[in-house]
């Protein structure tokens, strides 16, 4: 069973960067067809995805963050990573991690972790 | 971007009735679609993708139909464990992939 765990600071500075781990265990993140996610979910609205990764080091993200966005692997310890530059209030939000399968649907998610952006 | 539209944004519905939800796309997406729940506190969990196939350990009341722009996620009889929020996903515009809004079903 594929298992997803989200890691950082919940706490971050207005202009600085929100950093993120996600480390995967039950499965190989060097497997082929998966794509590796971030999503995030502001305070009591909907989900809207950050970016990917594959274990190749090939990156998708979404053009509304994708100056302030990078994601990267570390496929020896099993984990990837989010990094949102220059962060405002309007980062605050829940962080999830998730396994995309085949660059379809989203079958595996970690638990998420609450990013608030506060000085 | 392909815009997805879900209604009603709230349905109210009391255990063992019939909950009907609907995902509407801007433009055909194929049956490259997927439905979620979450409940508070929780990660979205996959309940259908390719529009229809349930995702392993869903139980059978959990149905999904439609394909090109609109689709249908049906809940035949609810349990108490079903009132959550409900989204869906387009997967057929690479690499963008848009979540609907999310329908929350709530106990009448």
């Known amino acids: 069973q594929v298992q997803l765990q989200e890691s950082g600071p919940g706490l971050v500075k207005p202009s600085q960067t929100l950093s993120l781990t996600c480390t995967v265990s039950?499965?190989?993140?060097?497997?082929?067809?998966?794509?590796w996610s971030w999503i995030r979910q502001h305070p009591g609205k909907g989900l809207e995805w950050i970016g990917y990764?594959?274990?190749?080091?090939?990156?998708y993200y979404n053009p509304s963050l994708k100056s302030r966005v990078t994601i990267s692997v570390d496929t020896s310890k099993n984990q990837f990573s989010l990094k949102l530059s220059s962060v405002t209030a309007a980062d605050t939000a829940v962080y999830y991690c998730?396994?995309?399968?085949?660059?379809?649907?989203?079958?595996?998610w970690g638990q998420g972790t609450l990013v608030t952006v506060s000085s | 971007e392909i815009v997805m539209t879900q209604s009603p944004a709230t349905l109210s519905v009391s255990p063992g009735e019939r909950a009907t939800l609907s995902c509407r796309a801007s433009?055909?997406?194929?049956?490259?679609l997927a439905w979620y729940q979450q409940k508070p506190g929780q990660a979205p969990r996959l309940l259908i993708y390719?529009?229809?196939t349930r995702a392993t350990g869903i139980p059978a009341r959990f149905s999904g139909s439609g394909s090109g722009t609109e689709f249908t996620l049906t809940i035949s009889s609810l349990q108490s464990e079903d009132f959550a929020v409900y989204y869906c996903?387009?997967?057929?515009?690479?690499?963008?992939?848009?979540f609907g809004q999310g329908t929350k079903l709530e106990i009448k």
């Open positions: 998730a396994r995309r399968y085949r660059a379809q649907y989203f079958d595996y």
């Open positions: 039950g499965g190989s993140i060097s497997s082929g067809g998966y794509y």
């Open positions: 990764i594959y274990y190749s080091g090939s990156t």
């Open positions: 433009q055909s997406v194929s049956s490259n």
């Open positions: 390719g529009a229809s």
């Open positions: 996903q387009q997967y057929n515009n690479w690499p963008q992939y848009t």
